[in-house]
């Protein structure tokens, strides 16, 4: 647009090339974004149209897909397991979000510092992030190995409790898979709180001392209001993570026993591949993603209202 | 399903639980190990058959070396695919409408195969060789309506694996009612059998998930043994019989015996086990082992042969049938090398094709030869395999092929598995819940009578 401006002409070549350069600045960024969109578009956007295509037929790949409406809705929204799973979606999903994140602050509370050992524990304790989760239920079962044999059990014995059936007891399965998901997902959220407790005003903190303040009212008046923008990102990493979960559950217990902890991606699984019920697998799909798509918009809303107060 | 299951096997054995940090990073490698490749079909070539099998790296040595010799034999080359996760590949493959030309997988999954139309009806006499087959086995391969739809190739039936050297220190007989192994199994929980001054040691080993159905795979023996059957043959479709007096004695029993009774009658984490992570046996911490005999080889390296015995199955009270599976040979639909097809089929079930299969230096995916004419324990020189193929042929029982039995196995299984969890359950009220559910799956098949 500048050069319209320092090589004056007659009007209309200036109004054609003015024209041509704006194409040309509207082109480009579309251009640069090209790969990447189509990558999308053929791994996400095309099986995703055709999930939700899929959820409304009873889907015989070779024997032509029959339309049946709403029906796979109606019959994994009245299915009892169904609910049950949600129910376990719910509290798995809560319990390890909100976990998630006090186990996280609490850890980058410990851990915030540039000492060299205090890196050397970051490290460590980052390690649960980038191990393959299947690695890390498998290890986990092993751990909750319901014999003195396993690691958690024989550390009970030394204390003279008897040994517990983590995962083999309906009433303590689900909260055995709550811990190991908090395990996986504090890391995480640790390093997100630590970058914006980086970025606390130091004299704030030197004003409390001269105070005298208690170490709470340091905590709910300076450090809390001041990582408040790292909070409401790990809040909406949880909001879309928090009810997707399937490998921890499906490594740990395989929902059992008895379904006490089938989760909705687990029954999903179950109906999709051990039924052949792709259609149903798919509404139930469908539905998580829509559930997510509102909680998202849901804390973001009150993310983005909060900042404004 | 065995296959997988093996080849999750192979990368879980191990020695010390504690040593789980390296055994778990080898899961990864072995999963990469055991994936396949895309189907790569090459459909112009008329003399090219692509063939997939469910199969780990190690089987699908003993497959590469059966194709070699028939592609020697008669000319006609093989695309050999061996795919670990079969039925998910095999139903993208289904959306593109272009399937293997022949497909060697489990029995049970005729019925769901057949339902989706993946599978084109096989004519026996277009066999050469049919004859050597028996009726019993080409009954299993019978689809909804009434015409064959796989050719059998492998069978195996279930048979009980005791630790002999543990039996004979505790100087008690082999099991053969249900009392009696709940008897050796109680010994084998309390009376110390590994003599290392620890009570470490368990009974029996229970896959006892309702993850795949697991647990209905397993159980099927017993309820086959107390006179239950899943489902009944009537007319032209079937009906759910998980309602009878026999079901509710059998299940009550299994319930209040073996998962509800005295501690270390089974290993204790049974309720959410599945084959690949129910190691006890091989592991040498537990005493006894339902299972088929795809293990052998497994249990001899890591036991040796000296210390384990294979029995046929303890009676429960209608007698002793065990629950049979294998794999069949399927011809993809619209495939249009019918021809190469039948010479193929030809020479996996000839004496010659079953006796390469059965044998080798790797895991042999063969187990009970379909070929009359063969006898599994002089093929292998191991007397071990007649006690299978006499579970096979006279005390077995195979789940229906023809419905669909995919949501069956997972509907028995949620239920049992529920039912063994909750040691107050109602065991009649959970099973005539049952009964309605399996309704419904038989209903949703047009199959319920």
Redesign the interface.
């Known amino acids: 647009m500048t050069a319209t401006v320092t090589t004056p002409g007659p009007r209309r070549a200036r109004v054609l090339r003015k024209k041509a350069v704006l194409g040309k600045k509207a082109v480009l960024p579309w251009l640069f974004l090209a790969p990447g969109l189509l990558l999308a578009l053929v791994f996400k956007f095309l099986p995703m149209g055709k999930g939700v295509w899929l959820s409304f037929f009873d889907v015989r790949p070779f024997l032509g897909d029959q339309w049946v409406g709403l029906d796979n809705y109606t019959r994994v929204l009245t299915d009892h397991r169904f609910q049950d799973a949600i129910g376990h979606t719910l509290v798995l999903g809560i319990g390890m979000s909100l976990g998630g994140i006090v186990a996280g602050f609490l850890l980058a509370l410990l851990l915030e510092g540039q000492a060299r050992s205090l890196k050397i524990i970051r490290t460590a304790v980052f390690l649960p992030v980038v191990t393959a989760t299947a690695v890390v239920g498998e290890m986990w079962r092993l751990m909750y190995y319901p014999t003195s044999d396993g690691l958690i059990n024989s550390g009970l014995g030394l204390l003279g409790l008897g040994p517990v059936p983590y995962l083999d007891n309906p009433d303590t399965a689900l909260w055995a898979t709550m811990a190991m998901g908090i395990w996986m997902l504090a890391p995480y959220n640790m390093v997100i709180i630590l970058a914006g407790l980086a970025g606390v005003d130091r004299s704030l903190y030197e004003a409390a001392a001269m105070d005298g303040v208690s170490l709470w009212q340091r905590l709910r008046h300076i450090t809390l209001p001041a990582i408040r923008p790292a909070l409401g990102i790990v809040l909406t990493l949880a909001a879309i993570r928090g009810l997707r979960v399937f490998t921890e559950v499906y490594v740990l217990t395989g929902g059992g026993p008895a379904g006490s902890t089938d989760v909705w991606m687990t029954r999903a699984y179950t109906l999709g591949f051990s039924r052949n019920d792709i259609g149903g697998a798919s509404a139930a799909s469908v539905l998580l993603l829509c559930v997510t798509l509102l909680l998202t918009v849901t804390v973001n809303y009150f993310r983005k209202r909060g900042d404004v107060r | 399903m065995r296959d997988r299951r093996r080849c999750i096997d192979m990368r879980?054995r191990r020695g010390r639980?504690?040593a789980?940090?390296l055994?778990?990073?080898g899961?990864?490698f072995g999963?990469a190990a055991c994936g396949s490749g895309s189907g790569s079909a090459r459909a112009g070539d008329p003399n090219t058959l692509e063939v997939w099998t469910r199969s780990d790296p190690d089987s699908a040595q003993t497959y590469k070396r059966v194709f070699a010799a028939f592609t020697e034999k008669t000319g006609i080359k093989i695309d050999y695919q061996p795919v670990m996760n079969f039925?998910?590949q095999l139903?993208s493959r289904?959306?593109t409408?272009d399937?293997p030309d022949v497909m060697i997988n489990d029995t049970a999954l005729m019925g769901?195969y057949q339902?989706?139309?993946?599978l084109k009806p096989v004519t026996p006499a277009s066999i050469a060789g049919h004859g050597e087959i028996t009726a019993k086995s080409w009954s299993s391969t019978v689809g909804r309506d009434g015409r064959h739809y796989g050719i059998p190739y492998s069978r195996q039936a279930m048979t009980l694996f005791v630790r002999k050297d543990w039996r004979e220190k505790l100087g008690l007989p082999q099991p053969k009612t249900w009392q009696d192994t709940l008897a050796l199994a109680k010994a084998f929980a309390t009376r110390d059998p590994d003599g290392d001054g620890k009570r470490?040691t368990y009974g029996m080993v229970v896959p006892g998930?309702?993850?795949?159905?697991y647990v209905a795979w397993w159980g099927a023996s017993w309820l086959w043994q107390g006179g239950v059957r899943i489902v009944e043959k009537e007319g032209t479709g079937y009906r759910p019989a998980m309602d009878s007096a026999a079901a509710l004695r059998t299940v009550t029993w299994m319930k209040d015996n073996l998962f509800c009774g005295d501690n270390g009658v089974i290993q204790?984490?049974?309720?959410?086990s599945?084959t690949a992570?129910t190691t006890n046996f091989q592991d040498g911490n537990a005493g006894m082992y339902l299972t088929g005999p795809y293990n052998i080889s497994t249990f001899d390296k890591a036991l040796g042969k000296a210390t384990y015995e294979v029995l046929p199955a303890p009676a429960g009270p209608a007698g002793n049938d065990v629950l049979a599976d294998g794999e069949n040979i399927y011809f993809g639909?619209r495939t249009g090398k019918a021809k190469q097809e039948q010479a193929l089929a030809a020479f996996l079930i000839s004496p010659e094709g079953q006796t390469l299969a059965m044998t080798g230096d790797h895991q042999p995916v063969v187990r009970i030869p379909v070929n009359s004419t063969l006898d599994a324990a002089k093929v292998r020189g191991d007397a071990r395999w007649s006690v299978v193929q006499k579970a096979y042929e006279d005390d077995s029982q195979q789940f229906p092929n023809a419905p669909?039995w995919?949501?069956i196995k997972?509907d028995t299984a949620?239920s049992l598995?529920?039912l063994f969890?909750?040691c107050g359950s109602d065991v009649k009220a959970g099973l005539k819940e049952l009964n309605d559910t399996l309704a419904g799956d038989l209903k949703d098949q047009d199959l319920l009578k």
């Open positions: 879980l639980r504690l789980a940090a055994a778990t990073s899961l990864l999963t039925d998910q139903q289904a959306s409408k399937l769901s339902g989706q139309g993946l470490d998930s309702a993850q795949n159905g204790p984490s049974a309720l959410t599945v992570n639909a669909d995919a949501p997972q949620d598995n529920a969890t909750y």
